[in-house]
């Protein structure tokens, strides 16, 4: 991975303060335990150790007392390691969590990531009764997915995914996420037209923008994004139902539902969400903490000791969707040379991923520029399919 030299953080400009967000929602590790050893995993120091029912009610505890009194929503996303390695503890964090927001007058969803190695009819029954919408996370066909997803004696796991794939696609909102890294960007057409073979209909993308992308990289995803317009056509000329994030609307920079942020926001970390990993400690969200090796400068305290709110309100202000400085990349746009603020796809982009731009340029605020290019790839593509759309409608 790249990141930058420097791992001290940079503080952005804390003036004009704003008012703390009120929480919605958690971000739970379940577990630091994976039964894969995928070599870009940020979790880079996995320790078997899961969540207890302690932190968890001191985490609901945190929520609760957070938590806008006018809301009416909680959100508890299940993250891991891998959380199917721990069914008890999905079961109890989402029958506490129920209890907890019924006893203050709320209503409370649910949300995980999953490799789909381990989906059993009895985990079907478990993520069925607690309606948890389910991702699974997936780096392509057998080629591009075994290249790196692996179990730690070596196989690959595409083929216990496909063997488990008929109840993966009977859980409550289903979706894939495919990851495109670099090294398995050549697969990124073939993997789309495999799944949509295999009956998925809905699938985003989600790019590892933390790795270097070379010139000729970028234009086998320029390449490669194009066919997958052209499967997307294909679809919808048939009156096939398909979504392909960022072809059939405009991307998410994220496709996590708990990453997403609202006008005033990039994101949720540290905004309507804070993570929550097996030792109770706090951090923005799922990536600061494997990023960073679970470094104090990304802490945010510990549902033991509360959330230092100093912390917190340094990763608010990076977040503010007015803080990010822009990565020069988007051609055409006045943002080119300016502010994210400026730029066209803002709205799309966000300024990208907080926790990849502090990875990356050592500055939350401040984004590389692969992201932004990418964006901008899949913006002229979706241009020209909407364009032919319509051609063809009329
Ligand atoms: S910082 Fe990045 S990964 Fe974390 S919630 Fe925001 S968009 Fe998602
Ligand atoms: S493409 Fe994204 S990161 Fe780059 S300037 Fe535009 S909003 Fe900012």
């Given at each position: 991975m790249t990141r930058s030299a420097s791992r001290e953080p940079v503080l952005v400009e804390l003036t004009p303060r704003v008012s703390t967000p009120h929480l919605s929602a958690l971000s739970l590790q379940v577990t630091d335990a994976c039964n894969l050893a995928c070599s870009y995993c940020y979790f880079y120091e996995k320790e078997p150790v899961a969540i207890t029912p302690e932190i968890v009610d001191r985490a609901l505890d945190l929520l609760a007392a957070d938590s806008?009194?006018?809301?009416t929503d909680w959100h508890i996303n299940l993250f891991g390691g891998e959380p199917t390695l721990r069914g008890d503890l999905i079961d109890h964090i989402c029958r506490e969590s129920t209890r907890r927001a019924a006893a203050c007058g709320k209503q409370v969803t649910f949300s995980m990531t999953t490799n789909g190695t381990r989906f059993t009819p009895q985990m079907l029954d478990l993520i069925t009764g607690h309606d948890i919408a389910t991702m699974l996370s997936i780096d392509g066909n057998e080629q591009a997915h075994d290249r790196f997803r692996r179990?730690?004696?070596?196989?690959?796991s595409y083929r216990k995914i496909l063997e488990n794939l008929p109840r993966l696609m009977q859980a409550p909102h289903f979706k894939v996420r495919l990851t495109i890294s670099p090294m398995t960007v050549e697969y990124l057409s073939a993997s789309v037209e495999e799944l949509l073979g295999l009956g998925i209909r809905d699938i985003a993308t989600s790019p590892v923008a933390e790795q270097e992308w070379t010139p000729a990289h970028f234009a086998e995803f320029a390449a490669q994004w194009q066919r997958v317009g052209a499967l997307y056509i294909r679809e919808r000329l048939a009156g096939a139902p398909v979504s392909i994030k960022g072809i059939d609307s405009l991307d998410e920079e994220?496709?996590?539902?708990?990453?997403a942020g609202n006008r005033e926001y990039g994101c949720g970390a540290a905004t309507s969400f804070v993570f929550v990993n097996v030792f109770g400690d706090l951090y923005p969200c799922h990536r600061f903490p494997g990023y960073f090796s679970k470094s104090e400068h990304v802490r945010l305290g510990s549902v033991f000791t509360g959330i230092d709110a100093d912390r917190r309100m340094h990763y608010v202000m990076a977040n503010r969707a007015s803080s990010k400085k822009g990565c020069?990349?988007?051609?055409?746009?006045?943002?080119?040379?300016?502010?994210c603020g400026d730029c066209l796809i803002q709205g799309v982009c966000g300024g990208s991923c907080m926790a990849i731009n502090e990875f990356v340029t050592g500055d939350p605020t401040q984004p590389p520029s692969v992201p932004g290019r990418l964006e901008q790839i899949k913006l002229e593509v979706l241009t020209q399919v909407h364009e032919y759309l319509a051609a063809r409608a009329g």
């Open positions: 806008a009194p006018e809301s179990y730690l004696d070596g196989r690959g994220e496709p996590l539902s708990i990453c020069h990349a988007f051609v055409g746009s006045p943002g080119e040379t300016g502010a």
